[in-house]
């Protein structure tokens, strides 16, 4: 497949006894995650076919088209749930897509090249871009203030690194 693939949801686990499984959306609307068509697996195939689901909590609890065993959608915990980019809908100015971000160009406010965006990470604190500089990879916070333009057209990001202060050593 050539579409560039979006992870939407992930099965957390087995549900009770009839092969349903429990199901993290990822999507903004949690349950848009099942307008989508088949969950596809992350070569693109079309891997399952939510048939109903129900909210719980923070999760869904879903029956697949497929007939799953208990013991078969406890084997899939933690199997990521995608769908084709083309598909979901495009977002509000000033979101996006992850998948749209990684490989854009990188720049500061003066013009100098600072390297292509690798990744966008979050360890609980916040996103932040993970860039392939000139003198290695860093991080910086997607934050308005540290990444003042993103231009997904033009493929750049303008970034505003911010200044550390060097640290004077007492001796």
């Known amino acids: 497949m050539t579409d560039k693939l979006i992870t939407?949801?992930?099965?957390?686990?087995?549900h009770g006894v009839k092969?349903?499984?429990r199901i993290q959306s990822f999507t903004a609307a949690p349950d848009a995650c099942f307008t989508y068509g088949?969950?596809?697996?992350k070569d693109g195939e079309a891997f399952?076919?939510?048939l109903k689901w129900r909210r719980q909590k923070d999760e869904f609890i879903v029956t697949f088209r497929e007939a799953l065993t208990r013991e078969e959608v406890a084997a899939l915990r933690g199997r990521e749930l995608c769908a084709p980019r083309a598909a979901l809908p495009e977002p509000d100015?000033?979101?996006?897509?992850?998948?749209?971000l990684i490989g854009l160009t990188v720049q500061t406010v003066d013009g100098e090249p600072?390297?292509?965006?690798?990744?966008?990470?979050?360890?609980?604190?916040?996103?932040?871009?993970?860039?392939?500089?000139?003198?290695?990879?860093?991080?910086?916070?997607?934050t308005r203030d540290a990444v003042p333009a993103v231009d997904i057209?033009?493929?750049r990001i303008t970034i505003d690194p911010p200044v550390l202060d060097e640290v004077e050593e007492n001796g």
């Open 114 to 142: 600072a390297g292509r965006v690798a990744a966008v990470q979050n360890f609980g604190a916040g996103d932040l871009l993970e860039i392939d500089g000139p003198e290695g990879r860093f991080y910086l916070p997607f």
């Open 8 to 14: 939407i949801a992930r099965i957390k686990g087995a």
């Open 153 to 155: 057209a033009a493929g």
């Open 19 to 21: 092969g349903e499984a």
């Open 48 to 50: 399952l076919t939510p």
């Open 38 to 41: 088949p969950f596809l697996d």
């Open 93 to 100: 100015p000033d979101e996006f897509y992850i998948t749209d």
